[in-house]
């Protein structure tokens, strides 16, 4: 594939990326935050579930504490300070109107121009199949973009104080196997490997390699294998859905 991806829009001021799992966005989208972050611009999280099945080896209840504290810490190295859980049950994530209410009501209450979530298709390029937490939130945050403009829609959130939101202007997706703009990887990218380095316990429970050789291997891979469509630069991809 070789059709060249466009940049990033870069007329806007605030962002919310919205995710399934801590570690989601620093496998490759935080080195976009990062150069968003340098720019001046507001990034906040919202995490669906706090990961709490994601680390065979520790229960449950422990694992929520531990990737709660390293996503914190991880969202701090890319300079972002507004990190939110829903408390949704990690791996059993179900799209339907819950869902869409709690991610149009942190719309509602961020204000975002840009909407930023991970893969909702099926697969990530048609021969990893991706996972049912994946999938169910980037397809609540593409429709919940339009839920929190729509007075009509959720109007319980209107009289919680959460008035609709017209302002999202686009909704990009981060490692869609259908990418359409890129940001450039090299301005963010080291602090984009501290910043997954920080989930530290869940990539030692996930390889036995040296956390820091796997990290830069993995985002050097990722970033790398966009360069050619983005003029020979490492670059972080998104498929972008204007609205």
Known sequence: MTDRLEPMPADWQRALAVVAHPDDLE??????????????REVAYLLATRGEAGISTMEPARAAEV???????????VGVS???FLDH??????YGPALRRDVAAAIRRHRPELVVTLNHRDTFGGTSWNT?????????????????GNRWIFPELAEQGLPPWEGVRWVAVA?????????????????????????????????DADPETYV????????????????????????????
Request: charged share 25%; no cysteine.
């Open 132 to 148: 049912p937490d994946h999938r169910a939130v980037g397809r609540a945050v593409l429709d919940a973009a339009a839920d929190a």
């Open 175 to 207: 490692a869609s196997p259908r990418p359409t703009h890129a940001v450039e990887a090299g301005p963010g990218m080291e602090r984009a490997v501290r910043s997954l380095l920080e989930h530290r316990a869940y990539i030692e429970a996930l390889t």
């Open 216 to 243: 830069r291997g993995f985002l050097g891979r990722a970033t790398g294998d966009t360069a050619a469509r983005f003029g020979g630069r490492a670059a972080v991809s998104f498929e972008l859905f204007p609205r």
């Open 82 to 84: 507004s990190v939110e």
């Open 89 to 94: 049950r990690d791996g059993v994530v179900e």
């Open 67 to 77: 990737r709660e504290r390293e996503q914190r810490a991880s969202a701090a190295v």
């Open 27 to 40: 496998y490759g989208a935080a080195a976009a935050i990062a150069s968003w972050v340098d720019g001046g």
